[in-house]
């Protein structure tokens, strides 16, 4: 795609931790993203756009590798000693875009790999820090790409915000501000569905909105200097985030609220990647690798599951062949704090989640150690534990409160796909299918104690 007409783009990928589709512009009333609403408007929203995982590092890995976390390595969290890593010959984006000549740099967060940026091909990095400092180093950093304007630059720049505090708060609770934001209720709080109306779910996504107010002022002040340097009109920009907020039953679970991500893009320089266009097709966070490599002239790596959204977007087929809609997204879920096995299948009217471990369903491993919100289902969470299976009708129960798994109207759905997602598991070779997946840490404790290492 990349000419001498039309070079080739910068790329700046803007991701956050935890936000979800909690944004004004996908219709949350509550919360004020003036920054981010204003890019969708000038560029692409996908309101159906899903994560291939529902908690940090996975859901990353798939976003910077184009492939599902159990092909790439990336089963868990990457930090610490949880340590799950890509796999030796996974190609990070960062990686694919240097050799092709691309000026490479990071700031904040790098959650899908242990190996920190030199594992993504970055050749200057900025620690992770609060968004306002965040962005401070972005700026800099397109300040001095744009010195260079004949190289282009890829540039990816994590946000913390709006995920929770890492500790706990004076009354025991783990909030989302610390002391760099205040709650925000001007406009409202917006109660999801699936959350009771209560005081304590009140305040705490009055935190979260005002968390997500201070990110997207960061992200604003990025735009804007991507517009002052003269660089927007050569520049793809991208939003996205990981997974759904750090909410009961958002976060770390697969149902809708955990898996449906934000994806808004910009580029001026092509028909159809602005204008305030809104897609409702399905897609994932698979296809992000794919589509900028397509936009840069390079070839999609083999064994990538993602495809470019490109040919949706400019309304044609990528080199003869057409644009072909997904039917059903995939997702998957293995470690976060714990070993929790589920897997699903998602198609544009029917869901069906497989549970590999009896884990209580109410235990929180988005990291709210009392959460405050509390769930409309279930409300005995002494017995909600998980079933094998769940059965959801999106068309009827979109907030997924009713699991019709046992109802026989649904048989039919319920084998159709069962078999769809066995298929999908048995062709990706996801190793849960022979038996209990064990972590880096299990790994390394178990060779520590039979003096293997």
């Given amino acids: ?174 909030d989302f501000l610390g002391g760099r934001m205040q709650p925000d209720s001007s406009q409202g709080v917006t109660i999801p569905p699936y959350l009771r109306d209560t005081p304590g779910t009140r305040e705490e996504l009055a935190e979260l909105q005002g968390a997500i107010r201070h990110m997207d002022a960061q992200m604003g002040r990025v735009l804007a200097a991507v517009k002052e340097l003269g660089l927007e009109s050569n520049t793809l920009v991208i939003f996205t985030t990981d997974h759904g907020i750090a909410m009961p039953r958002a976060k770390c679970s697969l149902y809708e609220p955990g898996l449906r991500t934000a994806f808004i893009l910009r580029y001026p320089g092509r028909t159809g990647w602005h204008g305030g266009v809104r897609h409702k097709n399905l897609v994932q966070n698979l296809d992000c690798l794919p589509t900028i490599l397509e936009l840069a002239g390079l070839a999609v790596p083999a064994g990538v599951h993602g495809q470019s959204l490109a040919g949706l977007m400019e309304g044609r087929g990528y080199k003869g062949r057409a644009y072909k809609d997904r039917d059903r997204i995939f997702a998957e879920m293995t470690y976060h704090d714990y070993y929790d096995p589920r897997r699903s299948v998602r198609t544009a009217t029917h869901k069906l989640i497989v549970n590999f471990s009896s884990a209580p369903a109410f235990m929180d491993p988005s990291q709210s150690w009392r959460p405050r919100a509390d769930t409309v289902v279930p409300a005995n969470h002494a017995m909600a534990y998980h079933p094998p299976f769940e059965l959801y009708d999106l068309e009827k129960d979109p907030w997924e409160q009713k699991d019709v798994a046992t109802d026989p109207a649904y048989a039919a759905t319920l084998r159709d796909l069962r078999a769809s997602l066995a298929g999908q598991m048995q062709k990706t070779q996801d190793p849960i299918l022979q038996g209990a997946v064990t972590s880096p840490l299990h790994r390394k404790s178990q060779a520590w104690l039979l003096g293997k290492r």
């Avoid at 920054?35 to 995982?53: C, I, Q, Y």
Wanted: hydrophobic share 35%; glycine share 10%; charged share 15%.
């Fill in 1 to 174: 795609m990349a000419s001498a007409a039309n070079p080739r783009p910068n790329i700046l990928l803007l991701h956050c931790h935890d936000l979800g589709q909690h944004l004004h512009c996908y219709g949350v009333g509550g919360v004020q993203s003036p920054n981010l609403d204003r890019l969708a408007a000038e560029g692409v929203l996908f309101e159906n756009h899903f994560s291939t995982a529902p908690q940090c590092s996975p859901s990353r890995s798939s976003i910077f590798t184009g492939r599902y976390p159990h092909n790439n390595g990336v089963m868990g969290l990457a930090h610490a000693e949880f340590a799950w890593e890509l796999h030796p010959n996974e190609r990070h984006l960062g990686q694919i875009l240097a050799a092709a000549g691309y000026a490479t740099a990071g700031a904040g967060v790098i959650h899908e790999t242990h190996g920190g940026p030199a594992r993504c091909g970055l050749a200057a990095y900025d620690a992770p820090a609060p968004a306002k400092e965040m962005a401070d180093n972005v700026i800099a950093r397109l300040q001095s790409f744009a010195k260079n304007p004949d190289k282009p630059f890829y540039l990816q720049a994590g946000c913390i915000e709006p995920h929770r505090l890492g500790r706990p708060d004076k009354n025991a609770d783990q």
